[in-house]
């Protein structure tokens, strides 16, 4: 029998999901409000059990994994989606916020009301003049001095390759951020510092136009509030929220996973 419970406690130092549940309170105390810690774990486990890959680089080193989850966890996005990619990188595993984690931030903040990001295929119709007014057609195409790109494309047709790729963001005021448009120089320099870009299975190679996108919304975040900065800035101008969790609360939620793991 103490065989036993020692080859079962073996087992479970060395499963990284288990050990994701035993630093359930570590993740309660730096994830937002908003998010359920038992919601942030299950969703840790699940990816964890679904990949075997990321599994054994999570084994051999499970200091590494719990650094990646608690930046998730910070930032409040969900690990292992497409927000906040869990990947592999020379037998490590390391996080990486995706474009729609970026987005994420960007409305949550609370500064920003709609974000707009668009590929420009070769056959698409577009212009960027900023301030520019519209005199080569009646009706004019935009109003007034040009404060956002003109894109006009034939959507349901073969659009031809990928050309350009812009991001910006309309503030709640009214206001249109700074607008961010790179060519096909910009994202092969983009590509040079990404790791493994060449590799067959990058999505760099599987998915393109999703990567010009990611590239986009990368610099975007530069010039566009996120959460974490524009709120610190906000603490003490705003009423407190009512109905946030309490502390006995993600206490409590903390205990229902410790126990689920013992």
Request: proline letters at 7%; aromatic letters at 8%.
């Amino acid at each position: 029998m103490t065989n036993s419970i020692r080859a079962a406690v073996a087992r479970r130092a060395n499963d990284p999901a288990e050990l994701v549940s035993q630093y359930a309170p570590d993740f309660a105390r730096v994830l937002p409000s908003h998010v359920s810690p038992i919601t942030f774990v299950r969703l840790a486990q699940g990816v964890l059990r679904r990949d075997e890959k990321l599994a054994q680089a999570a084994a051999s080193d499970p200091g590494q994994l719990m650094a990646v989850l608690l930046d998730a966890a910070r930032l409040g996005l969900d690990p292992g989606t497409e927000s906040y990619h869990l990947v592999v990188f020379k037998g490590r595993v390391h996080g990486i916020v995706g474009w729609q984690g970026e987005i994420e931030l960007m409305y949550r903040a609370g500064a920003v009301s709609t974000v707009v990001v668009e590929t420009v295929h070769e056959t698409d119709e577009f212009v960027w003049t900023p301030g520019a007014l519209d005199t080569e057609a009646a009706p004019p195409r935009w109003e007034g001095p040009m404060s956002r790109p003109f894109h006009r494309a034939e959507w349901a047709s073969d659009r031809g390759p990928l050309r350009l790729v812009y991001a910006y963001a309309v503030m709640r005021d009214g206001a249109v951020s700074k607008v961010v448009v790179l060519n096909q120089g910009d994202i092969d320099r983009a590509k040079l510092t990404a790791q493994g870009a060449d590799r067959p299975t990058s999505p760099w190679q599987r998915h393109e136009a999703a990567m010009w996108s990611k590239t986009a919304v990368h610099r975007l975040a530069n010039y566009v509030p996120t959460s974490a900065e524009y709120l610190s800035t906000r603490r003490f101008a705003v009423p407190p929220v009512w109905g946030a969790p309490s502390a006995s609360t993600v206490r409590d939620e903390a205990a229902v996973l410790r126990a689920e793991a013992a």
